[in-house]
């Protein structure tokens, strides 16, 4: 009982945290990072910028989830639809998600971005240009992070009893390597850069894994509530 509590905000904290350290994400939140640390001088200034950043990537996540979550349900023919085909819709969607996680299936998704110059002027006017920078570049979904925030964990969070705070615990694992490599460069860790990125290396098996299981467990669903039902 207290494991099918605390595992969909397990889930929920793992997907943020695998979004943060995938390629596309990750190299947005070291480059904005360094350059906040370039803009500003003061360690302690760099460290609130950065919190800032953090924070409005966190916040945005969280608040976009929640609106997808609420707007759902609250359409009763939707909540009906979702009550009784969930756990049919969840085998393929979480198969797609995996088969996506190991490069098998590819695409290309816009994003949502701002101008080299307006990314300046924000890192330049503190805390509060540092919380929107966050927010934009939370916006400017990569192909992996829009695969882990809409295949996997609205899907996951419509399921769930706790739905609706799944997406803050999404929002908190999106922020966590960044508020480490934050107090890295505060404190003046030089080698906290190269260290860092080296992530990138173990996100690459981190991923790999994830999507194994996501296909295993989408075979389940598709085995216990579409084929079992079928025959």
Known sequence: ????????????????????ISPCPLATNIAAVSFLSKKINHPKLVL????????????TYAALGVVIITSLASVPVTANFLQKYMNKILGPVLL???LFLLDIIKMNIPS????????NALAESGA???????????????PIAAALFFGSLIPLALKSTYGIILPFFYGIGTGIPVVVFALGIAMGLTSFSKWFRKIAALELYTRK?????????GIYFIWGYIVINAL
């Open 209 to 217: 894994i994830t999507g194994v299981i996501f296909i295993l467990v």
């Open 112 to 119: 949502f971005s701002i101008s080299q110059d307006k990314q």
């Open 1 to 20: 009982m207290i494991l099918q509590i605390i595992l969909p905000f397990v889930s929920a904290l793992w997907l943020g945290i695998l979004t943060s």
């Open 128 to 142: 509060k240009g540092s919380f929107v920078l966050g927010v934009v570049f939370a916006l400017s979904f990569c």
């Open 96 to 98: 797609i998600v995996g």
């Open 48 to 59: 609130q910028s950065s919190i800032a950043y953090t924070a409005g990537r966190m916040l």
